[in-house]
């Protein structure tokens, strides 16, 4: 069987928050971010970050400042009250397409990976949907992976999360969990 040609791809999980840029099955990077503080899913409207398997669709901000704020992936000036008030697309924009039925409404929902003006929030859900990061880490992402990378963002099924649970009773000899 012919080895497969390493591909860089981004893998984040929603338990963790964290965001992992791979090349083949090796870790370059793992990045704090946030998904949405609506839950998972992808009801149009809906403001939940959509599971599954995506694609790089477009990317937006090359070249541009780290503190660059977007308004329909277009650089828009700020203001001192617009950082303290506004929900922010900041820095870099990996504008995603999704590639199964359940995600397919993803490009047409905005879902992106960008920068944010609430770094403080970062590690914790709080987007309306899309899957945010600190500006710096976003800029650092955004020049190792291209158009067409895949992403996949996964949340454990209840099944792996009873797995975990076994595991972890078997090993501190108690009880198995109902």
């Not at 992808?42 to 599971?51: A, D, H, Q, V």
């Not at 770094?119 to 190792?144: T, W, Y």
Request: net charge positive.
């Amino acid at each position: 069987m012919a080895k497969k040609s390493a591909q860089t791809s981004i893998h984040v999980s929603v338990p963790k928050q964290r965001l992992r840029l791979k090349l083949g099955r090796t870790t370059l990077r793992i990045f704090p971010i946030s998904t949405s503080k609506f839950g998972l899913g992808s009801e149009e409207g809906s403001m939940k970050t959509p599971l599954g398997r995506f694609r790089i669709a477009e990317k937006f901000g090359d070249g541009l400042p780290h503190g660059t704020a977007f308004k329909s992936r277009k650089p828009i000036p700020l203001s001192k009250e617009m950082m303290e008030s506004a929900d922010l697309v900041m820095s870099r924009i990996l504008w995603l397409d999704g590639l199964e039925r359940k995600n397919a409404n993803s490009y047409d929902r905005f879902i992106y990976i960008h920068g944010t003006n609430h770094e403080e929030r970062i590690g914790q859900p709080a987007s309306h949907g899309c899957i945010r990061m600190k500006n710096a880490d976003v800029a650092e992402l955004f020049d190792q992976v291209a158009v067409d990378t895949q992403v996949v963002i996964a949340s454990p099924s209840p099944t792996a999360s009873r797995g975990k649970k076994v595991r972890k009773a078997l090993r501190r000899g108690s009880d198995l969990p109902k």
